[in-house]
């Protein structure tokens, strides 16, 4: 599972999204991969989805447009410099995550889910969320664990 963790240990927060299932191909050719998010802040924990048979609730699209390569490549150009910030919001927009580089070689992590989106499958303004800031080394371990997880290639 992909883990990124919060430069501060204190409380430690953390965003974790993970392959739920794998990728489900549709009548139309695209293929979507359900995953499973999960926001930690010190005790603090919020999952999407929260039941087992909810689990279609958040999918990534995977073919044919890959958005965990999207998202990796996107990752890796704000990790090393060519990029200031990155904006990731999927197809199907149940969650939001912006990474940001700052002056001190950081990066500020804001990840939100749309909440509304989420449950009712409309999109709307709601959203729970965190906000952090993290190191390079833990930004590139987060961007090498997505790659095992969601296995580049469905």
């Known amino acids: 599972m992909a883990i990124l963790i919060s430069e501060d240990n204190h409380p430690v927060s953390s965003v974790e999204l993970r392959a739920a299932a794998p990728p489900k191909t549709t009548d139309d050719g695209a293929s979507w991969q359900p995953c499973r998010i999960e926001l930690v802040s010190g005790r603090h924990r919020l999952a999407m989805p929260v039941e087992a048979e909810e689990r279609e609730s958040c999918v990534l699209c995977r073919t044919p447009v890959d958005e965990v390569a999207k998202l990796r490549s996107l990752l890796l150009e704000v ?15 149940s969650f939001e995550l912006s990474v940001e580089r700052t002056e001190e070689k950081g990066f500020k992590v804001q990840f939100w889910f749309d909440a ?27 961007i090498e664990e997505l790659a095992r997880d969601f296995r580049e290639t469905p």
């Open 79 to 93: 990790s090393s410099g060519t990029r200031q910030k990155v904006l990731f919001e999927p197809q199907e927009p």
């Open 116 to 142: 509304g989106n989420a449950s009712t499958g409309f999109y709307t303004w709601d959203a729970a969320g965190i906000r952090f800031y993290t190191t390079a080394e833990h930004l590139v371990s987060f």
